[in-house]
């Protein structure tokens, strides 16, 4: 079965709320995140020191999905999180695994 890999930008404030949407919606999807700058922005959108130092701060979430989990997750995202600015790309897995 194909995996992707959802990798999801978002505004700080909105890291905890897709955090929760994420641990509640399957107990056995891989996730990560981390903390990531964006380049590019709106400059409207960015604070002064921001517009200075010319990225803003970000959370990346990466998910790893079958088609149908992705689907519903973007469903999900966007019934959930509406005007918080999630910036989303997807990349099909060539290959996963684990280590033991």
């Known amino acids: 079965?194909?995996?992707?890999c959802l990798?999801?930008?978002c505004p700080p404030e909105a890291e905890e709320r897709v955090?929760?949407?994420l641990l509640d919606s399957a107990e056995d999807r891989l996730f990560t995140s981390s903390l990531a700058f964006s380049h590019g922005a709106n400059h409207?959108?960015?604070?002064?020191l921001?517009?200075?130092m010319g990225r803003s701060k970000s959370a990346l979430v990466q998910v790893l999905a079958t088609r149908n989990?992705?689907?519903a997750l973007l469903s999900?995202?966007?019934a959930n999180c509406p005007g918080v600015g999630l910036r989303y790309w997807v990349t099909q897995v060539a290959l996963e695994g684990e280590i033991k």
Request: a negative charge; proline letters at 0%.
């Open 69 to 71: 989990e992705l689907d």
């Open 19 to 21: 955090l929760d949407l």
């Open 76 to 78: 999900q995202l966007t």
């Open 7 to 9: 990798n999801l930008l």
């Open 44 to 48: 409207a959108q960015l604070s002064s």
């Open 1 to 4: 079965m194909d995996k992707y």
């Open 50 to 52: 921001e517009q200075v």
